[in-house]
């Protein structure tokens, strides 16, 4: 297989878009998609400050050094959950420290859980769950939370996250298997500030996962390979599974199945009745400061009170 640009071997095939490339012009092709993203989407501006969730995988990793790549001001932000199983957080913190030796100027945060507000994310969720079932809930909640917090103290514009198409997709199918229209109106590149919350983004939404992937290897990204030791089993990876064989029989069924929502979305074809809902009822935390439905304390601020 050759690239189409200029007869070198390809490194990659993407048939969806009958395209192969070789490194430097799929690097080219990877940087310049993620621009029109951003700019499509109206994700941000070269002057937005960008505060960039990073888990050391492979996603995050590649959007944090495409957007240095591009020169927006992008900071790192790593939430240390305390996963011992497998050394995961250990791992992953170790490739954040490589990819900041090798972005030098990059200035990353770095919210140590257990030191900041006591327990690990298994352990609190040990205690709050009564030993029954995954970590997941409590540990989105408190990621949730933390990414606002710094997001908003450090006065940055915009929160980006590095879900990629598979991981959206595998959401969209979820939700649309079950008619969940509260999730699926919430669904996008995009949701806008309101009441406290920052900004959010999603600027490798584009992409398939292989196109990451190749992107992290071909940049020479070190990123950590394996999932979460709490993510086996996970619905959204049976699901993607499934959407796998789709797209084998039907290359680029994925990328259309959620394109062609997003885009049936902002032209307002498709409608849910939570669009003309009033947004519930907020007030800030008595606790935290940060936007809450719940009666008194935040859901993440309850977490610990029980610990007292
Ligand atoms: S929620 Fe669950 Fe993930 Fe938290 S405990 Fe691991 S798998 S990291 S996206
Ligand atoms: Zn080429
Ligand atoms: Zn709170």
Redesign the pocket.
């Known amino acids: 297989m050759k690239c189409r640009k200029c007869g070198k071997p390809a490194v990659i095939n993407m048939r969806h878009h009958k395209l192969a490339l070789c490194a430097d012009h799929f690097i080219e092709w990877f940087v310049r998609q993620t621009e029109r993203t951003i700019e499509k989407y109206r994700m941000f501006t070269r002057d937005s400050r960008i505060l960039v969730a990073v888990s050391g995988g492979k996603d995050s990793l590649s959007l944090w050094d495409v957007l240095l790549e591009l020169g927006y001001k992008a900071d790192g932000l790593y939430i240390d959950?305390g996963?011992e199983a497998n050394d995961y957080s250990k791992t992953s913190h170790a490739k954040i420290d490589a990819f900041m030796e090798n972005h030098p100027g990059a200035r990353l945060h770095v919210v140590d859980i257990k030191a900041t507000y006591g327990e690990s994310?298994p352990e609190v969720a040990m205690r709050v769950r009564r030993g029954r079932g995954?970590?997941?809930s409590v540990?989105?909640i408190v990621?949730r939370h933390e990414m606002n917090r710094i997001a908003i103290e450090g006065g940055y514009d915009v929160l980006a996250t590095g879900h990629n198409l598979d991981d959206e997709v595998a959401v969209l199918f979820l939700n649309t298997l079950h008619w969940q229209t509260g999730y699926l109106a919430r669904q996008a590149p995009v949701l806008p500030a309101e009441n406290g919350f920052a900004k959010k983004v999603k600027p490798l939404c584009r992409f398939y996962e292989r196109e990451v992937a190749a992107y992290a290897l071909v940049k020479g990204i070190d990123y950590i390979y394996d999932?979460?030791p709490?993510?086996v089993g996970?619905k959204t990876i049976f699901y993607k599974g499934i959407l796998n064989q789709i797209e084998e029989k039907s290359p680029g069924a994925k990328h259309q199945f959620y394109l062609n929502y997003v885009d049936a979305r902002r032209k307002g074809k498709i409608k849910f009745a939570e669009d003309d809902e009033e947004p519930p009822e907020m007030h800030p935390c008595p606790k935290c400061g940060q936007p809450t439905t719940a009666p008194g304390l935040c859901t993440f601020c309850r977490l610990w009170e029980s610990n007292k």
């Open positions: 959950l996963i994310i995954k970590p997941c540990c989105g990621k999932e979460c709490f993510a996970a």
